[in-house]
């Protein structure tokens, strides 16, 4: 049976803790939505190579910490469908934060090099980098054609010598296993039918005998397409690395915690976490939140949401999973409305969000068991317990050490704004975030202007 030990407290680093003797610091950091740098080199969107930039010129100012938006693995062969709070998985990264430029298969291919260099790729290399937006459709068009040849190059040097990096390779797909032939699988399986309908989102619009892992069908299909699956595979690997070679890179920039993940509240019904473990989601519900002033229409944010019940069938194996895998290559994990693991605002489908109702989950098991990972992984942990905070949430987070979320914006009683001096002292202090306006829209009262025009009061 799984056996689960929870420690006391989640893990705090010494610079922080009240604990021990001395002054408690305080440390700062920024946090950026890592698709938005620009750099140079980089490809029309912010990738590893601009977060270690990053981090390496931060860290001599004084900054300990760089938070991250959600880094998961999105859609590869849809890369439109862009939002971070929307994954097909929390358990992968999306490769399109890859920088194929710092690649061994780079530097050594002279035909690949020449590839880049060519006045067509070099023009549409520009048309994304001059670009005010992220053109990720043109971004994922230019970085997959090169991480292609680069795959090849592999295959051909590297594992037909078994190399150092090929042995690797080996031991990292021997390591994540059967979840990670699974995703690669989805991806490839999505491409597929991706290229026969521009309008498949999903294995929801796959035939039915493709939208289940075990079929006959798919086991054909992962016999007949195995190059593309281990590219897929050699993807996620290349992500990895490139995180933790930022995460170093912060460290040997003086900073003493480093790099935060995000983890999101939730995944995309049609991606790949749901069609390889569908029972464990409940598909006609959808996660949001109630009415409340900020959203006085509540919130329906159409992803499914974890039965409970399955969690605890399962010893909650997903969860672990999920957990664990969010916290590897960081120093932090910022886990977006902590309040999930006590009560998730499901919505009915066809309904809106004001038709919800409260699910429960087990606070006590799921905070135990992101307190012993927390400890395992040695990663501090942040809750964003913002809007509708239940006092069960607020009496069990403090006492484990799992630091809150305080939103400067927020952070007032009527009309007063509270000094910093008067904020909760386990933390994580921003002025905005990802959910409400940045700083400039709310001094101008634009923000109430956007949403007289879309109705929202």
Known sequence: CRLVVAPATCYEPNILSYELPGPTEKIWGVS??????????NWGMGDFSDLKQLVTELGPQGADIVGLNPIHSLYPSNPLHCSPYSPSSRNFINPLYIDATTLQEYQDSAEIQAYVASDDFQKQLQKARNSSHVEYDRVASLKFSILEMAFTHFEKHDQAHQSYRSADFGHYCEEKGRDLELQATYEALFEHFKARDLSSWGWNCWPTDY???????????VVHSKDRIRFYMYLQWLAEQQLAYAQQAALDAGMRVGIYRDLAVGVDRGGADVWAHRDNYVLNASVGAPPDTVAPQGQNWGLPPFDPNQLHELAYKPFIEMVCANMQHCAALRIDHVMAILRLW???PDKTADYGVYVNYPLQDLLGIIKLESQRQQCLI??????????EIEAALPPAYFYSNEVVLFSRIEDHFLAPEKYKARALT???NHDIPTLKAWWNCNDLDLRQELGIY
């Open 32 to 41: 950026v939505q890592l698709y938005t740098l620009r750099t140079e080199k």
């Open 211 to 221: 939208q289940t892992p075990d079929s006959t069908r798919v086991q054909d299909f």
């Open 346 to 348: 499901w919505c009915p």
């Open 382 to 391: 942040f809750g964003e317990d913002l809007g509708t905070v239940p006092p």
């Open 430 to 432: 921003c002025i905005s």
